[in-house]
């Protein structure tokens, strides 16, 4: 019904910056809840931005504040994540995700649909 495709991910050096992009199917997202999430080797998935598609509020883990910002595309159906200043700590996989419940926007639970994931590796 909903699918999620990543993209944008690669090699990066410490202190460059990557944009990933989160391509959405369907024209119903005004409810959805839109988030990007990663998982390093080894460790939890955890979410790290996370935005309402109707009215574009936001929300962002402390480790992440000031240096990523999550935005939508109304037109393209696209969910973004620029990514600036990076360190080694940001490689991970990274993943959209998707829920049309309400609560806590960097709520851990309740994310219905996923992406495949997309790699990001910042080389020190």
């Known amino acids: 019904q909903v699918q999620l495709v990543e993209s944008g991910g690669g090699l990066v050096q410490v202190g460059g910056s990557l944009r990933l992009s989160c391509a959405a199917s369907g024209r119903s997202f005004s409810d959805y809840v839109m988030a990007w999430f990663r998982q390093a080797p080894g460790k939890e998935r955890e979410i790290v931005a996370a935005?309402?598609?109707?009215?574009?509020?936001?929300d962002y883990v402390d480790s992440v504040k000031g240096r990523f910002t999550i935005s939508r595309d109304n037109a393209e159906n696209t969910v973004n994540l620029q990514m600036n200043n990076l360190t080694p700590k940001d490689t991970a996989s990274y993943y959209c995700a998707a829920r049309d419940n309400p609560g806590w926007l960097l709520s851990s639970v309740g994310w219905k649909y996923w992406g495949q994931g997309t790699q990001v590796t910042v080389s020190s």
């Open positions: 935005i309402t598609w109707n009215s574009g509020l936001t």
